[in-house]
């Protein structure tokens, strides 16, 4: 009977020991997993910023021509306006 039990408490141990770690492996695939979801996620943050800054860039673009585009219209009208007056 004492050897059954001393057979089944190492058994115990030995089932503790391996779900343990199995249960570290796992602790570390899904560390892992979190990480590389972590790199895409800063990767695809950079990209948007990087579309932002081009976009933000453009806008700008077209502001200042269309800027120059109104002082050319003016120059223009004023100079058509003072061609009628003459």
């Known amino acids: ?3 059954q039990v001393n057979k089944s408490s190492v ?3 030995d089932e503790a020991y391996r779900k343990q770690k199995e249960a570290e492996k796992q602790l570390q695939s899904l ?4 990480e590389q979801n972590r790199k895409i996620a ?3 943050v950079q990209k948007l ?3 932002i800054k081009l976009q ?4 700008n ?3 200042f021509f269309c800027g120059i585009g109104y002082i050319v219209a ?5 100079c058509l306006v003072k061609m009628c007056f003459l």
Do not use: D, G, H
């Open 1 to 3: 009977m004492q050897i």
């Open 11 to 13: 058994q115990a141990v």
């Open 31 to 34: 560390k892992y997993q979190a």
């Open 42 to 44: 800063e990767k695809e």
């Open 49 to 51: 910023k990087k579309r």
């Open 56 to 59: 933000s860039e453009k806008i």
């Open 61 to 63: 673009e077209i502001k």
């Open 74 to 78: 003016f120059v223009l009208s004023a």
